[in-house]
C-alpha cells in the first residue's frame, strides 16, 4: 500500500499546479495500476489521471509513451480542426518537470500523468442497444481519425499483440509447462481451444497475404475504454491507449463485440447469465460500419463476424494461459478468476457458432 506521501512525492515530479490533495484508487482495468489525483489549485478543485504503468506487460515504457504522444497529439489537432474540445475528447499526458513523459521512481517504477475527463463515466456491459451503436461509432470514429497517422512511426507496444495462433501456442506450451499444477482442472477448456486451432490462424495468415490491410489501431476496444458524457449519454473519449499501434480493425471490432454483445460481465461465475445478444451484435455492427465502413475493404467486411468470434476465442485462451501459468498476467480477486473469465468466454464463443449464420446476415444487411 503507497501512502498519499509517496504519491504526492511522485505527483511532484509532474508539471501540475497547485497544492496536492490526495490519490484515489480507480479500480478499472487488469493491467495497470490508476488514480483519481486530486489537488487544489486558487481554491479550485482539479484531478488527473495517474497511471502506474505495468512494465512487466509493457516493457518498453520509453517507447510507449513515444507511441502515445505522437497518437494523442495527433487526434488533438484533429479534434480542434473539427471544433472540439481537446480536454474532453481525447487524452494527453502532462510532462515532467524535466520534459519528460512519463518518471521513473527510486524503486523503478514508471508513472505517467493524464488529463482527467470530468463528468464522464464508463460501463462494463452494455445492455442499452443504443448505446452500444453510440459506442460502436466511437470506436469506428477513433479508427477513421487515425487513418492517415503515419503508421511506421509507431513502436509495437506488445509484439504479436493480436496473433491469435501465436497465442494458441503460448497456451499450449503452458499446458505442457503446467507450473501451477493446474492442469487437471481445465482440461475441458484445454480441448475447446484445441478444437478450434485451425480458427487461429486465419486473421494472421490473411495479413500475410496481404487480404486484409494493417491500420493504425486500438487493439483493447473493451467496452468500458469508452468515456460517455454523464450529462449527455454521448460517447466523448476512447481511453486506454497503450495498445494502439498497427493492426487490423477486425481486432478493434472483434474485441468490442466480445466485451459488449454479451449479457454479463466477462467475469460472470454463471454461465447461465452469460449469453451472445445477436440485436446487440446489429446495433454494434451498425454503429461502427456507420463511422468507418467507408474505409473498409469488401474482405475486412465479411471477416467482421469471425473476428468477433476469434477476438472471443483469444481472449478466453489468454485467460486460460494465465490460469495454468499460476496468474501472472491479469490481475485476479480470487483464485479461479481467471478460469472463470475463461469459462465466460468460452460460452459466448459458443454461442456465437451457434449464431453464425444469423451473424453474417447481420453483417451483411448492415453496409
Ligand atoms: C486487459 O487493461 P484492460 O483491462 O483494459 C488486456 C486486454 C484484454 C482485457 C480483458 C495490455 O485490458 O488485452 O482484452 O484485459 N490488456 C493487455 O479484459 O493485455
Ligand atoms: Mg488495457
Request: charged share 30%; glycine share 6%; proline share 4%.
Amino acid at each position: 500500500m503507497m501512502t498519499q506521501e509517496a504519491f504526492r512525492q511522485i505527483t511532484d515530479n509532474f508539471m501540475i499546479s497547485g497544492e496536492f490533495m490526495e490519490c484515489r484508487p480507480i479500480k478499472d482495468g487488469h493491467i495497470n495500476n490508476t488514480f483519481n489525483a486530486v489537488f487544489r489549485n486558487n481554491g479550485r478543485e482539479m484531478h488527473y489521471l495517474l497511471q502506474q504503468v505495468n512494465t512487466a506487460v509493457f516493457k518498453n515504457p520509453e517507447q510507449l509513451m513515444i507511441n502515445i504522444d505522437l497518437v494523442t497529439s495527433f487526434l488533438r489537432d484533429k479534434i480542434m480542426a473539427c471544433g472540439g474540445d481537446p480536454e474532453r475528447e481525447t487524452l494527453y499526458c502532462k510532462p515532467c518537470r524535466d520534459g519528460k513523459k512519463y518518471y521513473t521512481d527510486e524503486d523503478g517504477r514508471v508513472w505517467r500523468v493524464y488529463n482527467f475527463v470530468n463528468d464522464a463515466e464508463s460501463f462494463n456491459t452494455m445492455e442499452d442497444p443504443q448505446l452500444f451503436y453510440k459506442a460502436g461509432y466511437a470506436f469506428g470514429d477513433f479508427q477513421k481519425k487515425l487513418a492517415d497517422f503515419p503508421i511506421e512511426n509507431l513502436y509495437e507496444t506488445i509484439p504479436d499483440f493480436h496473433n491469435t495462433a501465436r497465442r494458441y501456442r503460448n497456451l499450449m506450451q503452458s499446458v505442457q509447462k503446467n507450473a501451477s499444477g493446474r492442469r487437471s482442472v481445465c482440461e475441458k477448456e484445454i480441448e475447446f481451444a484445441r478444437a478450434r486451432r485451425d480458427e487461429t490462424y486465419i486473421l494472421i495468415g490473411k495479413i500475410e497475404t496481404g487480404e486484409l490491410p494493417v491500420r493504425v489501431t486500438h487493439n483493447d476496444t473493451k467496452i468500458n475504454n469508452i468515456l460517455f458524457d454523464k450529462k449527455t449519454g454521448e460517447p466523448i473519449c476512447i481511453v486506454d491507449l497503450d495498445t494502439v499501434m498497427p493492426g487490423l480493425s477486425l481486432y478493434d471490432f472483434g474485441d468490442a463485440i466480445r466485451s459488449g454483445a454479451t449479457t454479463a460481465e466477462e467475469d460472470e461465475a454463471d454461465l447461465s447469465k452469460v449469453h451472445f445478444d445477436p440485436a446487440l451484435f446489429r446495433k454494434y455492427t451498425e454503429g461502427f460500419l456507420a463511422a468507418a465502413g467507408g474505409s473498409l475493404t469488401k474482405a475486412e467486411i465479411e471477416l467482421l463476424p469471425l473476428s468477433a468470434k476469434l477476438m472471443t476465442l483469444e481472449c478466453g485462451m489468454r485467460f486460460l494461459t494465465d490460469f495454468i501459468d499460476g496468474d501472472v498476467y491479469f490481475k485476479t480477486q480470487y483464485p479461479e478468476h481467471n478460469l472463470v473469465r475463461c469459462r465466460n468466454q468460452f460460452k459466448l464463443v459458443a454461442d456465437m457458432e451457434a449464431q453464425f449464420d444469423e451473424m453474417k446476415q447481420i453483417a451483411a444487411a448492415s453496409c
